[in-house]
């Protein structure tokens, strides 16, 4: 039988060893610094660090045939180290482009098929850009002042496990930013299927593309665009009438605080996926879905089609939203519809269509 002196030696057995009963000593995480590599003057106004200590990038760096891609004109080029962000551990490097020439999605493509060493968790920005694209090759407009962000990750996920998962991870992302921004005070939601609606107007889109083998998803690219700072100059078309963007509650916020903030939220949707699957949060998309039992017309879509003209464009389907389903189709008239470009029905009357 054990006595009251025995429990009490090994209790402070237990305490000498981890300094708290039943716990072992786990020391603390090495917070590793976030290196960024940029072409942009750390002199500049765009440098989205200009405290910290920059120095010349080293030609010899074992990724200069994939940078040698971001950068064609071979620019002078800087680096250093952050220390202190919450995207350090999970996302190492970031490539930050004063002007993309090229979509960086198409560019990790590009780099992927020449079996170019590409790192994970790669994250690349752009201030400003000229080829950037949403479904079916639309334009986005990338100007200067905004954020658009690519995030290149391996994973092994099944398909029948990710589902949609991948198409809609950005949106989410982008839509849980927006929202910890702008506060409750204002109306965000999504648009079917991936434009990010601030009070009514258009401020944010969204594109994935991916690459499996074997039934398997084993790469994903992620790009992710909001007008963080400015309003682009867009002719309004009945499938975006209105575009804003997010200056009133970004005014005060550093370029690296509001990568930093978008990666986070990034970072847990992109958990949840991987934990969970597509289908936690094709639910979260579906409750966050903004347009059940408003009247739509859902018009034919494709590359090369003019949204400032809809002579000839067919009618998919109109009538009243009922739902959205599994597979982020809608559901209209009872009918399910899986393609197709939405435009509200008082839009239409309002251009006249």
């Not at 180290?81 to 190492?92: A, F, H, M």
Request: hydrophobic fraction near 35%; aromatic fraction near 8%; glycine fraction near 8%.
């Amino acid at each position: 039988m054990r006595t009251p002196c025995h429990r009490l030696t090994n209790r402070l057995a237990r305490l000498n060893h981890s300094g708290c009963p039943h716990t072992e000593f786990k020391p603390r995480p090495v917070e590793r610094p976030v290196r960024i590599i940029t072409d942009i003057d750390p002199a500049s106004r765009e440098c989205p660090c200009p405290e910290s200590a920059w120095k010349k990038w080293n030609s010899n760096d074992p990724l200069h045939p994939f940078l040698s891609l971001c950068f064609p004109t071979d620019p002078p080029m800087v680096e250093t180290e952050v220390s202190g962000q919450k995207l350090s551990r999970q996302y190492p490097l970031v490539i930050w482009q004063q002007y993309a020439s090229n979509s960086q999605i198409d560019l990790l493509s590009k780099a992927l098929a020449k079996n170019l060493e590409v790192p994970t968790n790669l994250v690349m920005v752009a201030n400003e850009g000229l080829a950037f694209r949403g479904h079916f090759d639309r334009r986005w407009a990338a100007i200067q002042g905004n954020l658009h962000v690519t995030v290149f990750v391996r994973d092994e996920l099944p398909i029948q496990t990710a589902g949609v998962g991948y198409a809609i991870l950005p949106v989410l992302t982008l839509l849980d930013f927006v929202r910890g921004l702008s506060g409750t005070k204002h109306t965000v939601g999504v648009k079917w299927m991936n434009d990010i609606l601030l009070d009514g107007a258009k401020i944010g889109g969204a594109l994935s593309k991916t690459r499996t083998q074997g039934g398997i998803f084993t790469e994903a690219m992620i790009g992710m665009g909001v007008n963080t700072n400015s309003t682009p100059d867009v002719a309004p078309t009945v499938f975006v009438p209105k575009v804003g963007d997010m200056s009133a509650f970004t005014e005060n916020r550093t370029r690296l605080e509001l990568l930093t903030r978008l990666l986070s939220t990034f970072t847990t949707n992109h958990y949840l996926l991987l934990k969970e699957g597509g289908g936690q949060l094709v639910e979260r998309y579906r409750r966050d879905w903004m347009d059940l039992d408003r009247r739509v017309r859902i018009y034919d879509d494709g590359t090369g089609l003019d949204d400032r003209n809809l002579t000839g464009r067919d009618i998919l389907a109109r009538g009243t939203i009922e739902g959205v389903d599994k597979n982020l189709n809608l559901i209209i008239g009872g009918k399910s519809v899986s393609r197709g470009r939405l435009a509200y029905e008082e839009d239409c009357q309002t251009f006249g269509i």
